[in-house]
């Protein structure tokens, strides 16, 4: 399995150099939302740093096909749970997980969605669970376009401003940097609620 997670990381990182690079990271942004194991950042982040002037441009691509993407996921969850979606969730290993998160969803699916979106953690999903629980597609989208839009502009602006040299760090704490920014985008709204 970790053989053919490698190959597809190569793969699409190689589709970063290729000349139709912007079309290949919206299809890659687009089906990671539903099926695809690899994130766009594989891709959006070497093309980030070739044209630096570009990556906020290469960072709306990313949301737009995420965020549609993540409408596909939705349906796959909502109509096709019993015969794509289960296969979807097993692949991913997070059957336990998926039931765990169920209970959740009813009271804090628009927030799971933002906080989610924002790591690491597999937004296939999150995408799939929310056509499961039938989550109102009102709550659904804007919450795609928030988390989604500020990850990849997140990793557009620190790569704009930066170049290169952050390249290794957001590859490696991506996780942990969105993390922090959550808990500080948490506690911000905490403080306005007690300060206001």
Not at 29 to 52: G, K, Q, T, W, Y
Not at 107 to 121: D, E, Q, S, V
Request: with cysteine; proline share 4%.
């Amino acid at each position: 399995m970790m053989q053919f997670i490698r190959k597809l990381y190569d793969f699409t990182l190689r589709l970063s150099a290729h000349r139709h690079a912007v079309w290949a990271l919206a299809g890659v942004s687009f089906i990671e939302s539903s099926v695809f194991p690899i994130p766009p950042d594989v891709m959006l982040i070497p093309m980030c740093i070739a044209n630096r002037r570009r990556a906020f441009f290469y960072a709306l691509v990313c949301t737009i096909a995420s965020v549609l993407g993540g409408l596909l996921g939705y349906a796959i969850g909502y109509a096709l749970y019993d015969t794509l979606g289960q296969k979807i969730i097993s692949f991913y290993g997070m059957q336990s997980g998926f039931a765990d998160m169920q209970a959740k969803y009813a009271a804090y699916g628009g927030w799971i969605i933002f906080a989610k979106g924002l790591t690491p953690f597999p937004f296939k999903i999150i995408t799939i669970l929310s056509g499961v629980m039938k989550l109102s597609l009102a709550v659904f989208i804007p919450a795609a376009i928030a988390c989604r839009a500020l990850r990849f502009f997140l990793v557009a602006a620190l790569l704009w401003k930066y170049g290169a040299p952050v390249q290794q760090f957001i590859e490696k704490y991506l996780g942990w940097v969105t993390l922090l920014f959550l808990l500080v985008l948490i506690g911000g709204f905490a403080a306005l609620r007690y300060i206001v």
